[in-house]
């Protein structure tokens, strides 16, 4: 008899999405990373989609990895994300608690009823003894499993290693000459051989439940009916299958979805930039530009704009999931940032820039500088450049910019500085002033004006970008090219 988790093996296995309870089951052993990210999402929205539940769950019985630091940035990274679940470890529940450092009774207790079937067995080998035994198998070109070295070993044999203080690790006996079979929602139809298996550890010899272990039990004492994950646990589902077979335990369905690699194709790694969303964060990247590049990466779908959660949600097709891997390209999450800061109201905007903008801003400068830099600003980064030159010392142009000035002339700049005087900071009177003065319209007026206040022959448009500068600075900028020296002296700039 094969384990399954399937309903209808001979008609592929149709997968039911009513009311999934799905998880995301990170470990806090470091930053939370993309490809996470997007397992976290996917997740999520199949819970919503089918009015369902979500549910977070902290793996962390690897003691000496895992950290409470990267627990508590786990979910302050999810929240932020605006990635919420309905019972987790801060929303314990009659299935908890969520915390794997909290359920050894669990483990025990299940433990204990393999240990009862004769399911389990000690085993004594040392990690040097496993490496060489697995680097022997590689070298003879099969495939690395464990031996089965301490599989038959007498009590007699196993008390002697015990009183050389040698503290074994369990491991669970895999039948033999069995296919495991089960459908995976996205890549099809799945067969193993149990032969091709081994016996894998389910209680490490500190005493604490290993992951194929407590992973299985865990999905089915909470309830998961859907695990979504990564497809590098793909060959791990026959193992917990049998787990779960062994303990009369339920099996969710199960689905892999692709990995997350580079534009060159190669695992998502450094090279490719920023990957957590920490540094994303750090750099001013949105969570609405994250969310909707990852949506659309290894799931297809009709929606191509801007989403939101709940959108995502109503949008979202577990049967349009790719089994290719998907490629990130940060150059695609800078279009949907730029989507995401075109969609921001000015007090988000001012709340997302403000580590940016001078921290005495008045309102007034404040939403017209908004006005003026945000169709033109990706990152905040990108703002800062025009908080120098709208705020601080008057630029200096670029020698080939200066010509522009000089052309304009002295009596050109001295009739803007005057309109300034007297208008403020309103550029069609200082325009019109001087037009009046020298007959220049179009590029030819405008340019020489561009270059004077701000420095640039580009950028926002100029008349917010005005209206945000204290109004000296307009005059003076101006002015300090309204005599004949001032504009010779743009030829040394």
């Not at 003691?63 to 409470?68: G, L, T, V, Y």
């Not at 060159?264 to 609405?288: C, Q, W």
């Not at 400068?365 to 010392?393: H, K, M």
């Not at 206040?453 to 005005?466: C, K, Q, S, V």
Request: net charge neutral; with cysteine.
């Amino acid at each position: 008899m094969s384990a399954k988790s399937d309903t209808s093996p001979a008609d592929g296995a149709r997968i039911e999405f009513v009311r999934a309870v799905t998880r995301f089951a990170p470990s806090p052993t470091g930053d939370l990373h993309l490809g996470n990210v997007r397992t976290a999402l996917f997740n999520l929205l199949l819970a919503r989609s089918s009015g369902g539940r979500f549910v977070l769950r902290i793996e962390d019985t690897d003691a000496d990895r895992s950290r409470e630091a990267h627990a508590a940035g786990l979910l302050e990274d999810l929240r932020w994300l605006g990635i919420d679940w309905d019972a987790g470890p801060d929303r314990e529940d009659e299935r908890g608690p969520y915390r794997q450092s909290e359920r050894a009774g669990v483990y025990a207790e299940h433990f204990a009823a393999l240990q009862r079937q004769g399911l389990v067995y000690p085993c004594f080998c040392s990690p040097l003894e496993l490496d060489l035994a697995r680097r022997a198998q590689l070298a003879a070109g099969r495939p690395p499993r464990y031996a089965g070295t301490c599989r038959d070993l007498s009590p007699e044999q196993q008390a002697r290693k015990r009183a050389q203080g040698i503290a074994p690790s369990w491991r669970f006996r895999v039948p033999s000459g069995r296919r495991i079979e089960f459908h995976d929602f996205v890549h099809g139809p799945q067969s193993f051989l149990s032969d091709d298996i081994g016996d894998f550890v389910v209680r490490r010899a500190d005493g604490s439940a290993a992951f194929f272990f407590n992973n299985a039990v865990d999905d089915a004492s909470m309830g998961i009916t859907h695990v979504l994950r990564g497809e590098d646990h793909l060959a791990n589902t026959p193992r917990q299958l049998l787990i779960l077979e062994a303990l009369g335990l339920p099996a969710p369905a199960y689905g892999h979805v692709s990995l997350l690699v580079g534009p060159d194709g190669a695992p998502l790694s450094k090279r490719h930039g920023a990957t957590s969303v920490r540094e994303l964060r750090e750099r001013g990247f949105t969570p609405g530009a994250i969310l909707n590049l990852l949506f659309r990466l290894g799931h297809s779908s009709p929606e191509h704009g801007f989403l939101t959660l709940e959108e995502m949600a109503r949008a979202f097709d577990p049967r349009h999931l790719g089994r290719s891997p998907a490629r990130f390209d940060e150059q695609q999450l800078r279009v949907w940032q730029k989507e995401a800061v075109h969609r921001m109201s000015l007090a988000d905007a001012r709340r997302w820039l403000a580590t940016a903008l001078p921290r005495d801003l008045d309102e007034h400068s404040a939403e017209a500088f908004l006005q003026a830099v945000l169709p033109n600003v990706v990152l905040p980064e990108d703002a800062r450049e025009w908080v120098a030159i709208v705020f601080g010392p008057a630029p200096v142009p670029s020698e080939e910019d200066a010509r522009l000035v000089r052309d304009a002339g002295a009596d050109f700049f001295a009739a803007a500085a005057q309109a300034a005087e007297r208008s403020g900071n309103d550029l069609s009177a200082i325009a019109a002033a001087a037009r009046a003065q020298s007959g220049r319209k179009g590029a030819a007026l405008y340019m020489p004006l561009r270059v004077a206040l701000t420095g640039r022959t580009h950028g926002p448009e100029l008349a917010p970008l005005l209206r945000a500068m204290p109004a000296h600075a307009v005059r003076e900028r101006l002015a300090r090219f309204a005599s004949s020296s001032a504009s010779k002296s743009t030829d040394a700039a």
